[in-house]
């Protein structure tokens, strides 16, 4: 009988690439996959399932009382379900997994999509920041298999913790699409053939990340539009600045995508941005899935001087 490993992760799932090609790729090597994740009030609906999921509805979707709630939901789950690995995506995930290793003494795996405690939602609550570097303080020095998204990040957490991390970058999965066609696709997704289509994509658009100055920028832009799809705390103010600067025909937006869907937006654009700032660690050392999106997609990049994205 193949090895079951259970894949924990906050996010929807729908729009977690890295976590859905892990799975793929444990899948064809021959493990039993379980994807655990939850549900938000904006999620959409999951489509070509290949793995068996759970998703959470949790009583609260942010903040403290979140993550209590979801790691004291995982923990029930993981407890009363059978698995022979344990993979921890992210800090946020990481209690629960850690306790049912211990307590039922399986392998635990950790991927750290980012530097969790370096995000700037934490560097400006320092309190919150310092209760989340203590949890990672004591779990991580203890766990023998991690990986990360970039070698830069890598040496943060083998500094601090003297824990070797592997790398495993963003990159999509292969995909074959002939650009001939564009055209087509433009009228099915309602996107203008005459003017340039620059855009910013990902399901973390945030604060600091360069959304703000990129639709400033449109009221100098003439003849192309400036395409924002995903999600992220930062929408709803880019949503009002657009009304402020009157920039509804040259700013569009569009809600987060299945994977497949907003690569056919990503085949349409003339110019990819990516403009994360080197404000803190976690942004300093990005390396987005969308840098990977727009260079298979054939898209320019307009890129932040970041070291990583530099490489």
């Known amino acids: 009988m193949a090895d079951r490993i259970i894949i924990s992760v906050t996010s929807d799932l729908v ?11 444990l899948k064809e090597a021959g493990y039993q996959v379980m994807l655990i994740g939850r549900v938000l009030p904006d999620s959409i609906e999951m489509k070509g ?51 049912i290793s211990k307590i039922k003494g399986i392998p635990l795996v950790y991927d750290s999509h980012e530097y969790f405690t370096g995000v700037p939602e934490l560097t400006q609550r320092p309190r919150v920041q310092a209760i989340w570097k203590r949890i990672e303080s004591y779990i991580i020095p203890k766990i023998k298999y991690a990986y ?17 991390f592997k790398v495993i970058r963003n990159m999509p999965e292969v995909k074959f ?20 289509i620059i855009i910013l994509q990902g399901a973390g658009i945030n604060i600091q990340r360069g959304a703000e100055e990129a639709v400033q920028a449109m009221q100098y832009v003439d003849n192309a539009i400036l395409l924002i799809v995903g ?34 937006y990503t085949l349409c654009a ?26 298979q997609a054939g898209v320019p990049i307009l890129a932040s001087d970041l070291p990583e994205i530099k490489k």
Do not use: C, H
């Open 49 to 99: 399932k290949r793995f068996r999921i759970t998703r959470f509805k949790l009583w609260f979707n942010k903040g403290p009382l979140f993550y209590f709630n979801y790691n004291l939901r995982l923990f029930w789950y993981l407890l009363w379900n059978q698995a022979d690995i344990l993979l921890s995506n992210d800090l946020d995930t990481l209690p629960a997994n850690f306790l």
């Open 231 to 264: 999600s992220g705390d930062v929408i709803p103010a880019l949503k009002l600045m657009v009304v402020e600067l009157q920039l509804n025909e040259k700013v569009k937006f569009e809600p987060k995508k299945s994977p497949s869907e907003l690569f056919l």
């Open 270 to 295: 003339d110019l990819g941005l990516s403009l994360d700032k080197n404000s803190n660690l976690n942004y300093r050392f990005s390396l987005p899935n969308k840098i990977f999106d727009y260079i």
């Open 177 to 196: 699409q002939i650009r001939t066609d564009l055209d087509i696709i433009k009228r099915e997704l309602r996107l203008p053939s005459d003017k340039a």
């Open 15 to 25: 729009t977690d690439q890295r976590v859905q090609r892990a799975a793929g790729t």
């Open 148 to 164: 990360t998204v970039n070698s830069s990040i890598a040496q943060l957490y083998e500094d601090e913790y003297k824990v070797k």
